[in-house]
């Protein structure tokens, strides 16, 4: 980020270079023959100043060349924050599943030793046999082998967004929100095409290269003009006292046609250069749009689908194989494998909706704008 407004203050400052005259010159002659002490000897020299005058336009259209392309950068800057907010989004979203898969798993782990705990009872009662027990012993190991490789993504995750942050990649973070909110409905993708057009800070960057070729075009005609440079001097070689002072004017004369030309055709190759290379943007910037709005939408009904039918079936599963178990008409394992398919499908929760903040927030990044910006457009009167 750093980089890129480093770039835009340089830019930035083009425009005051390319605007300015060029440095006066300072002419001066003497004729050292002239410096005999003999009475008889006149003393000669002379002292002028010259000053180069471009053509008129030239200068202004050279200053709106540097403004565009002072905008462009700017705009360069917009874009490397964009993508700057989306990695981090996407690192906290990292973050967050790991976390909520570290309170899933303890909290599966004192299920499995709550179900432990029964069969234990169980075979004490000589109800059931040993292996119930060692069976629990098992699920249970699973579960601590699956909390050491999350206490392991979990240091990656922090270390990345601590990277992020410019801090010590140890360096503890706050607890992630126990709920990221999945909204209902989405904007209208043609909507955020549209608004994608309008936002992104790369598209209009672009844009603004393309004025800053035109431009050059149109100073590249210029260049048929001649510059000018106005000199005045005092010429002590003259004797006459009325003709020393003296003003003049050189003027270049472009005879060379054939290389101003070639000029113009090659600032208008770039211009067209330009405009493929923004049309060709245009085209990826309404495919990334649809092709993220349609990922969005599959990620919204997936975790719709988890939470109102997949995880309340799953829980009702667990309960009533609890409930056949203690009352010895269903076997260990299929209680057994009811947990384990509720822990699965809890952490594939969990999952699909750090995936749904995964795909809005590379969605925002492909039209340029939070998607709230455009929900609170539609409420307005």
């Not at 050292?32 to 006149?42: A, E, I, K, T």
């Not at 799953?314 to 057994?336: H, I, M, P, S």
């Amino acid at each position: 980020m750093r980089a890129a407004v480093a770039a835009w203050g340089a830019a930035f400052e083009r425009y005051p270079q390319v605007v300015a005259l060029e440095d006066p010159v300072l002419q001066s002659m003497l004729a050292p023959g002239s410096l005999s002490p003999s009475s008889s000897v006149q003393s000669s020299y002379f002292v002028g100043i010259a000053q180069k005058i471009p053509w008129a336009g030239k200068r202004s259209l050279r200053g709106q060349i540097a403004q565009f392309e002072a905008n462009a950068a700017s705009l360069d800057s917009q874009d490397v924050q964009l993508r700057l907010t989306e990695a981090a989004r996407l690192a906290f979203f990292e973050y967050y599943l790991v976390y909520r898969d570290l309170e899933l798993n303890l909290v599966n782990r004192e299920a499995v030793e709550k179900f432990r705990e029964t069969a234990k009872a169980k075979f004490e009662a000589t109800q059931v046999t040993q292996q119930d027990m060692l069976q629990a012993d098992v699920e249970l190991a699973m579960l601590k082998s699956r909390r050491i490789e999350l206490e392991q993504n979990e240091k990656i995750a922090v270390a990345r967004i601590n990277t992020l942050l410019h801090r010590e990649p140890q360096l503890l973070l706050p607890p992630p929100p126990q709920i990221l909110e999945v909204s209902g409905e989405l904007p209208d993708v043609d909507a955020l095409r549209q608004m994608a057009l309008q936002h992104r800070p790369d598209l209009t960057a672009q844009a603004a290269r393309i004025q800053a070729e035109q431009t050059a075009v149109a100073l590249a005609c210029k260049e048929f003009y001649p510059d000018f440079e106005f000199m005045g001097r005092y010429d002590q070689f003259w004797t006459d006292v009325v003709q020393r002072a003296q003003v003049g004017m050189y003027v270049n004369i472009p005879l060379n046609q054939s290389r101003r030309h070639a000029a113009v055709r090659e600032a208008i190759f770039k211009v067209n250069k330009m405009q493929a290379e923004y049309d060709s943007q245009v085209d990826s910037v309404r495919n990334d749009v649809q092709a993220g709005f349609a990922r969005l939408e599959g990620s919204r009904k997936t975790v719709r689908l988890y939470s109102e039918s997949v995880l309340p079936t799953a829980e009702q599963n667990v309960a009533a194989a609890y409930a056949g178990y203690e009352a010895t008409k269903v076997d260990f394992l299929r209680l057994v494998e009811a947990e384990r398919q509720l822990i699965q499908l809890q952490e594939k929760h969990q999952e699909a909706v750090a995936e749904y903040q995964r795909r809005r927030a590379e969605l925002e990044r492909a039209v340029g704008t939070p998607l709230e910006v455009l929900d609170n457009a539609d409420r307005r009167p």
